[in-house]
């Protein structure tokens, strides 16, 4: 049995897989970077040990200094969780030379997983079937080209030594393929060092679903059936479910029988994912990852196993708990993945976390932050993960309705009422999922931009005006009673009346309310809503608007007012009007940095013309590539920073000259 684990990871994995070790009575120890220092993983652990600077690769990437951390603290075993280090197999080996147990499988299994090319080969043998492509040595444009138009276009090229979707390309025709093959080879390489790609059919509109493996060091194999992965954005997880729904039963014994030979084939031991592609012809094999996955709860959550318990049992020499025919699915799952993240183009976010709750049971968050934390440009910017199970389908569905419309996060941009558009969607609904469903349905998942209605006015302004009077409350004066300490909007011989101009994103809205008795009568710009405050607490209000009863969460952040509604989240800010008259007009022709990262690749040089969409910089930001692209028609007039500068959000990339006509 093992005594004390060290979690080579960190946010809500180490926080997880610290949870199930502490339950069974084994000592943890966290590691750290420079930025996680005040960490949630780390309070949650018994010990913790500093491991570098805040980039991954100086810290959670640097194999040597884990081990050393691992010696140092006394633990006789490693759990690498997901991403990081979790399918190095030179990590996997440097543990097991320093006698140090890896709670994973053993150093062949990495290997043969490692390479998306070699992996299919083995497959191949154990007939597992695989999509028509190219897994060869060879990585020159002749080949890969060649390799395409055999295979026919669309293609899709992917990195051969990781997932996650980077290094991933879709190339519809012969012209895209060159600069799709520099950018996926770029990508590749800083994400996993490796910078090999594959070319592969691309099938327009498949399923994702992948098998649970699990093997012991017995000779013990079994599967914990499928969970469906389709719904994803940029070749990323967005939203997964288990059971698969709709997955015809021959079907499904089949790929749990596939995904048990591809796990024997290679020597598996521990817990595994066989990834397939599902499609009208059938199912094929994309890869298997040899680690636990990031969706692994909705499989606990239809078996009732923990999987950790089960990782950390066969590690110790364990045999498997149960048998294949012990393990049986009760009810449906779903996970919803909440990032902070703009579903807009799906862009990263960082900033504080000013304001944070997460519903109650029966949903199970997973989560490696709190009110306060940061979302740091070093690291995946997921918040939690919400995790639902119900009956059926219908059932769970609804609960994860209910648990992302109780989420409240403010503070930064998150995907949540992308997620919440997501889950109530029809096509959805009725299980209708591929690869392609959010590109399908974007335009009802990421709607236009709303002005707020007259009501979220309404419910903004009676929010700010509590909020101004709780603050004048609380501010110590020689007079309580004088009339002019009041925020009320007190007047001699007239019926109070409050302006306010709220500001949400580049337009501004002047809202006035007039006192009449115990309430407001908003008087612009919707003459006659009445305004009732029905109290609330500090992060809460209840209020009639217009007759309608209405419960806001709220949440405050100097001058920003965030209103958490049951549709979506509203932020406004309300305007000084004496800063308002003295503001500049926005400077224009520069392009800024959208968020912290490094410069990748400069496109163009100073002088060039450019047209509307063309690329100019490559910026690299959390493992994923962004190309900033012209905005109109111009001219390039100087660049200001070149490959290999890092640069901080709304850094002045480059200065930009409109053409006349755009």
Known sequence: ?????????????????????????????????????????????????????????????????????????????????????????????????????????????????????????LMEKAGVPLVPGYHGVAQDLTTLAAAAEKIGYPVLLKASAGGGGRGMRVVEAPVDLEPAIASAKRESAAAFGDDRLLVEKYLSRPRHVEVQVFADGHGNVVHLFERDCSVQRRHQKVLEEAPAPDLDPAIRAAMGAAAVAAARAIGYVGAGTVEFILDATGFYFMEMNTRLQVEHPVTELITGIDLVEWQLRVAGGEALPLTQDQIVVTGHAFEARLYAE???????????????????????????????????????????????????????LGRLSRALAETEVAGLVTNQPFLARLAAHPAFKAAEVHTGFIE????????????????????????????????????????????????????????????????????????????????????????????????????????????????????????????FLPEVPSVLSWIDPLDAAGELDDVGGRLTAPMPGKIISVQVKDGDVVTRGAPLVVLEAMKMEHTIAAPGDGRVVKIHYQAGDLVEEGADLLEFEPSDEA
């Open 342 to 396: 703009d579903p807009v183009d799906f862009r990263p976010q960082t900033g504080r976390i000013n304001h944070l709750r997460f519903p109650g049971p029966p949903a199970r968050v997973d989560t490696g932050v709190r009110q306060g934390d940061t979302v740091s440009i070093h690291y995946d910017p997921m918040i939690a993960k919400l995790i639902v199970h119900g009956r059926d389908r219908a059932e769970a």
């Open 1 to 121: 049995m093992i005594q004390t684990l060290l979690i080579a990871n960190r946010g809500e994995i180490a926080c997880r897989i610290a949870r199930t070790a502490g339950a069974m009575g084994i000592r943890t120890v966290a590691v750290y970077s420079e930025a996680d220092a005040g960490a949630l993983h780390v309070e949650r652990c018994d010990a913790a040990v500093p491991i570098g600077p805040a980039p991954a690769s100086d810290s959670y990437l640097k194999a040597e200094v884990i081990v050393e951390a691992a010696r140092a603290s006394g633990a006789d075993a490693v759990h690498p969780g997901y991403g990081f280090l979790s399918e190095n197999a030179d990590f996997a080996a440097a543990c097991g030379e320093a006698g140090i147990v890896f709670v994973g499988p053993p150093v062949s299994a990495i290997q043969a997983m490692g390479s998306k090319a070699e992996a299919k080969a």
């Open 440 to 563: 399908e349905h974007a335009a009802a998942l990421i709607p236009e931009p709303q002005s707020p209605s007259n009501q979220v006015l309404a419910l903004a302004a009676l929010a700010i005006l509590r909020h101004r009077a709780d603050l004048a409350s609380a501010t110590p004066s020689g007079d309580p009673y004088s009339p002019w300490r009041a925020v009320s909007g007190w007047r001699l011989n007239e019926a109070a009346v409050q302006t306010l101009i709220l500001e949400q994103g580049d337009k501004r809205h002047v809202v006035s309310l007039r006192q009449e008795g115990d309430g407001y009568r908003m008087i612009t710009p919707a003459t006659g809503l009445s305004v009732q405050d029905a109290r609330g607490d500090k992060d809460r209000l209840r209020a009639v608007i217009g007759g309608a009863a209405i419960t806001a969460g709220l949440a405050f952040d100097g001058a920003t007012v965030t209103l």
